[in-house]
């Protein structure tokens, strides 16, 4: 009894948790702290009993693995128990001895969760600091570096070893000026933080751009004792979003900017000209005749003609104005400020000027210019109405002649209006094939005999308006619907040869207009060979007029058009000689069966001697090649003997 009440004083003067068991592993003795860590009130609850009923049974069995080797003369043992999830103790045992006896193992607690949770803890923050793919730097209140992770030696080239010890500065690119760096403290003093993009430098001397977010670090006290700056590498990223820009907002083909960046930067001129009360100027700019070039001599050399009038218009607009390209052959000039009318002319006329000089492409001289409209901003607050009132102006250019500069006015907007109707009357007139066709005779200039006839396409409105062929055929054209104005016209043209036919004792012929835009794609030769059988008619009484357009359209696919057409049966004839893009060498690759000479040369034959000389030369050059001539708008009997001296046998 009395060992026992020696064992209980022990115990409860004991620090913290403790117990006694004897050899058997049963308690004998335990203090309050360990009955009430286990939540047990009363510590003789324990007496008798063995440590699994109130600890986890891997727990229990482990404790009393430890106290049995004890027992067999051990002196002490050192361990850690488990005995819920994120609960540990560590148990320190030793024998009970009296007057040299073991009687029973003392056991000594301690609870430490809260140390194994601060381990686990930073090595946790040890495994992301050295994993991160970030860089890490970590740095005094004294500007000196205390630790760099692995991320950070692989971006910036520099070890731990170069960098402990040392100035954050040390990577400093020169990009920066010395009011960036104090921002950049202002903040993490006033707010704790500080987030943007820095160029640095690497060991090996290269720059690169990194996103770094930089924290202050405080203690308990509020004080900042160290800066944890954390940066990731975005130097390609960079550069990948660079190039996503400039290809949303810059043309790829000129590099200027395009419709979506301008109606940006216009929107913004527009609402400074407001609040400024100013004005600023918009220019529409169209090429002349780009629709022609591309087609007769490839989109490669049209896109080069493209870049080198971005060039030359960038080199007059000057600096402060803003050139963009929309789209196609469209461009467009904000100038944003002007004092005079005439700043606008003499820009326009400039522009006009330059874009009249020839350029050599692909070894071929082409010739452009520049149709330009030019509206102001006054009451104009919305970019599309702008550009609507320029691109009005614009049209109005190209109607008087092409080449030249227009400001809109408020008469344009009735123009367009008329044009808009023109269409839809041409397209109703195509649909009910109310296209008439004239005949105008060819004959021998010698005998005056009728060999065969031109057929012409003539159209009058519902409102009794005659178009010329020239205006509602460019306008088929724009429109898309030159085949269908082609197939009503050749059906036509097909039964009113049947019937003059009838009136000649001779096979005469028949000539039809083709546009360049049918060739090769739309005008199909088994089709129109298809509609001679209805009318019992051969190839060989129709003769296609072409123009040297299409001979310029440098492609395979024309190539084997116009031969198929030969061989089909079909003569052609080369429509405006003279006038365009005229080339020995296309009479020769592709051999043509009548040169028609244009009548602008033959108005003034009798008068002119360059025009006699021109129409010469269009004779001999012909009867080199074995090719027939025929005169175009010979009016007059004197015309018709001149032409007859120089060897010119139809008209």
């Known amino acids: 009894m009395l060992i026992e009440?020696?064992?209980?004083?022990?115990i409860e003067n004991l620090p913290g948790m403790a117990y006694l068991k004897d050899l058997n592993g049963e308690y004998l003795a335990v203090n309050a702290d360990f009955a009430h860590y286990f939540n047990q009130g009363d510590p003789s609850c324990f007496m008798g009993k063995k440590m699994d009923f109130h600890m986890p049974i891997g727990a229990a069995i482990m404790c009393e693995e430890m106290e049995s080797g004890l027992s067999k003369g051990e002196d002490q043992r050192k361990f850690e128990l488990n005995v819920s999830f994120g609960t540990y103790l560590e148990v320190i045992i030793k024998p009970f001895v009296i007057d040299g006896v073991c009687v029973a193992v003392l056991g000594v607690l301690k609870d430490i969760s809260q140390e194994k949770e601060q381990v686990r803890v930073t090595d946790q923050y040890k495994a992301v600091f050295n994993?991160?793919?970030?860089?890490?730097?970590?740095?005094?209140?004294?500007?000196?570096?205390?630790?760099?992770n692995p991320a950070f030696s692989e971006i910036t080239g520099y070890s731990a070893?170069?960098?402990?010890g040392n100035n954050p500065s040390m990577l400093s690119s020169g990009q920066h000026n010395d009011g960036f760096y104090e921002k950049i403290y202002s903040a993490l003093y006033s707010v704790g933080q500080w987030q943007g993009e820095v160029w640095n430098k690497r060991k090996n001397g290269s720059l690169y751009v990194q996103w770094q977010t930089i924290t202050a670090l405080k203690n308990e006290w509020g004080e900042i004792y160290e800066f944890l700056a954390i940066f990731s590498d975005i130097t390609h990223k960079k550069a990948r979003l660079e190039v996503i820009e400039f290809r949303a907002n810059f043309d790829h083909l000129t590099g200027l900017p395009n419709r979506a960046y301008f109606h940006e930067l216009m929107a913004s001129q527009l609402t400074l000209s407001c609040q400024e009360k100013s004005q600023c100027a918009v220019?529409?700019?169209?090429?002349d005749n780009f629709k022609r070039i591309n087609d007769s001599l490839g989109h490669s050399v049209g896109d080069k003609l493209l870049q080198e009038v971005s060039k030359v218009l960038t080199r007059v607009i000057g600096v402060g104005n803003t050139i963009s390209r929309l789209g196609g052959d469209e461009f467009v000039v904000m100038i944003p400020s002007f004092n005079y009318i005439s700043e606008l002319e003499l820009l326009a006329q400039a522009i006009v000027d330059g874009l009249k000089e020839p350029f050599v492409l692909s070894q071929c001289l082409v010739h452009t210019g520049a149709s330009i409209g030019i509206a102001l901003s006054r009451n104009v607050e919305d970019v599309e109405e702008i550009l609507r009132l320029a691109d009005l102006a614009m049209y109005k250019a190209k109607e008087l002649g092409k080449g030249r500069f227009v400001f809109h006015t408020g008469q344009m907007s009735d123009d367009i209006l008329a044009a808009r109707k023109l269409e839809l009357e041409l397209r109703e007139s195509i649909e009910n094939q109310d296209i008439r066709v004239a005949f105008q005779p060819i004959v021998d200039i010698s005998t005056k005999e009728v060999l065969g006839y031109e057929a012409l396409a003539r159209w009058t409105t519902p409102a009794g308006d005659v178009i010329p062929p020239d205006t509602f055929v460019a306008c088929a054209e724009e429109l898309g619907l030159i085949q269908d104005l082609f197939e009503v016209v050749y059906t036509k043209v097909l039964k009113g040869f049947c019937d003059l036919q009838k009136r000649h004792a001779k096979t005469i012929y028949i000539s039809i207009n083709l546009s360049c835009y049918q060739i090769p794609?739309?005008?199909?030769?088994?089709?129109?060979?298809?509609?001679?059988?209805?009318?019992?008619?051969?190839?060989?009484?129709?003769?296609?007029?072409?123009?040297e357009g299409v001979l310029l359209k440098d492609s395979v696919n024309t190539r084997l058009w116009l031969e198929k057409v030969r061989k089909a049966g079909y003569r052609l004839a080369l429509d405006d000689f003279g006038t365009g893009f005229s080339s020995l060498a296309y009479l020769k690759s592709i051999p043509v069966d009548i040169l028609k000479i244009d009548r602008r040369f033959v108005a003034d034959i009798t008068n002119d001697e360059s025009d006699l000389a021109l129409v010469s030369a269009i004779l001999a050059i012909a009867d080199a090649f074995s090719i027939r001539v025929i005169a175009e708008g010979v009016e007059c009997e004197s015309q018709r003997q001149v032409l007859g001296r120089l060897g010119c046998r139809l008209a």
């Open 5 to 10: 009440q020696k064992m209980n004083v022990f």
């Open 521 to 547: 794609s739309l005008l199909s030769v088994e089709w129109m060979s298809s509609q001679l059988l209805g009318y019992r008619l051969q190839p060989e009484n129709i003769i296609l007029e072409i123009t």
């Open 283 to 287: 220019m529409y700019l169209d090429l």
């Open 161 to 164: 070893a170069e960098m402990i």
């Open 131 to 148: 994993s991160a793919k970030e860089g890490v730097l970590l740095a005094g209140v004294d500007s000196k570096i205390r630790a760099v």
